[in-house]
């Protein structure tokens, strides 16, 4: 039996890999280490937390001591690592936590994997989940490929940009076996809504105003999530040791045609009359820094692990927005507390 350790499971990204993994192989054990911050949420996995193949850790990452207790006790023979903290405004309104986690958090993991491995890495492998805003902002024509050169230009990206730096190096000088991915902008069930699909169809569904930053113009591509999971299971089981493979959805969308489509679907499920739901659209103060387009050529992992998509955009906004007005429950659990003093900061101000 192979032992996988993924960490940030119980986040967005991480709990769909995990509930892949869980299900396609029981003749794995995957263990979940996840510190459970305001992202972290165990009802994500609800379906699979008695699985015999499961098994959950709360630690922290940035804990070098409990990290190497946790590969000492478990012995992983690969590692999927996507435990980050992952808004781009929470790392404008406070650097530090990204800088613990994404740069110091994935150095205490790749020193656990050396010590634990040793020279002794054959049949290893390290697999660093990235993003795709290291490569910086694109203007209107091109795309971001494996050897664009890296030009992050928030603290976020700037910590994952780091994260990914060190993981090569590892690999380079340690020779333990690494793969990176870097990936578009997701979207589906479970979504923290901080980022701009689950907020706004919340805030449509409760009618409330949809901060839409500067002119909505800016450019992003979007991928399902399960999509992205397949992506990282083809990837950490047929990638070549040293590799680095973008993942995108070569579905490019300004914000604000995205949220008018997401009005006009949410209207018509609503049964709200055309147009109610742009009338929530309020232009506010533009994000700093704030890139202007991202979109990734993944032509690597199409031709050489035979990754594709698999949902058209269309359909997978209609399935995303069905799941997030069928689990109110969900998501009014997590719009409390916390969250609440959070949504307040950030709007207030702008
Ligand atoms: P998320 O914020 O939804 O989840 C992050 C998870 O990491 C949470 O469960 C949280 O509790 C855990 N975590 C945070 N700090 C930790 C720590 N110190 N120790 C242990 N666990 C900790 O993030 P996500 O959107 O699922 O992203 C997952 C990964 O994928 C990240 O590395 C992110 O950079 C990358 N990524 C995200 C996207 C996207 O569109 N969301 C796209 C490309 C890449
Ligand atoms: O590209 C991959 C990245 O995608 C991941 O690495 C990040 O973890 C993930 O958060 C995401 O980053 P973005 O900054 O692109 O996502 P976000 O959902 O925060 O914003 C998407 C776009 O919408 C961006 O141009 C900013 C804009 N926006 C966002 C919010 C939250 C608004 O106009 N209003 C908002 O309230």
């Known amino acids: 039996m192979k032992t996988i350790l993924i960490t940030g499971g119980a986040g967005f990204i991480g709990s769909h890999l995990i509930r892949l993994f869980v ?3 029981p003749d794995y054990k995957i ?4 510190k459970l911050t305001y992202a972290g949420n165990l009802e994500n996995l609800i379906d699979i937390e008695n699985a015999p193949n499961y098994e959950f850790v709360k630690a922290d990452i940035v804990d070098a001591d409990v990290i190497f207790e946790v590969f000492e006790k478990y012995q992983p023979d690969g590692v999927i690592h996507l435990a980050a903290e992952s808004h781009v405004d929470r790392s404008i309104a406070n650097p530090n936590e990204f800088i613990f986690t994404n740069i110091v958090g994935t150095a205490n993991l790749l ?6 491995w040793g020279d002794n890495s054959k049949g290893k492998r390290f697999y660093h989940v990235s993003t795709d805003e290291v490569y910086g902002s694109l203007g209107e024509t091109g795309f971001f490929l494996e050897d664009t050169a890296y030009d992050p230009r928030s603290p976020y990206s700037a910590s994952k940009a780091s994260s990914d730096h060190l993981v090569r190096a590892y690999g380079h000088t340690f020779g333990l076996p690494l793969v990176v991915s870097n990936c578009s902008n997701n979207y589906g069930s479970f979504q923290f809504p901080e980022k701009l699909i689950p907020l706004f169809i919340n ?7 949809l901060p839409v930053y500067g002119k909505g113009e800016n450019i992003r591509d ?3 999530v399960e999509d992205h999971a397949r992506a990282i299971d083809v990837i950490f089981h047929k990638g070549k040791n040293l ?5 995108g959805g070569h579905n490019e969308w300004t914000n604000i045609d995205l ?7 949410m209207d018509r499920k609503l049964g709200r009359n055309k147009g109610d739901s742009e009338k929530l659209i309020t232009y506010v103060k533009d994000r700093a820094g704030h890139d ?3 979109a990734i050529d993944s032509t690597k992992l199409q031709k050489e692990l035979n990754w594709v998509p698999s949902l058209q955009f269309e359909e997978g906004i209609e399935k995303t927005i069905d799941w997030y007005l069928e689990n109110e429950d969900w998501m009014n659990n997590i719009t409390s507390g916390d969250y609440e003093k959070y949504y307040n900061e950030q709007y207030t101000k702008r």
Do not use: H, S
């Not at 949220?259 to 679907?265: D, H, N, S, Y």
């Open 203 to 209: 805030n449509i569904r409760n009618n409330k105003a």
């Open 292 to 294: 202007m387009r991202y």
């Open 222 to 224: 979007w991928l399902w």
């Open 23 to 25: 299900n396609k192989y």
């Open 111 to 116: 020193n656990a994997a050396r010590k634990t």
């Open 259 to 265: 949220i008018k489509l997401m009005c006009k679907v």
């Open 243 to 247: 590799e680095t493979y973008n993942i």
């Open 31 to 34: 263990v979940n280490l996840d």
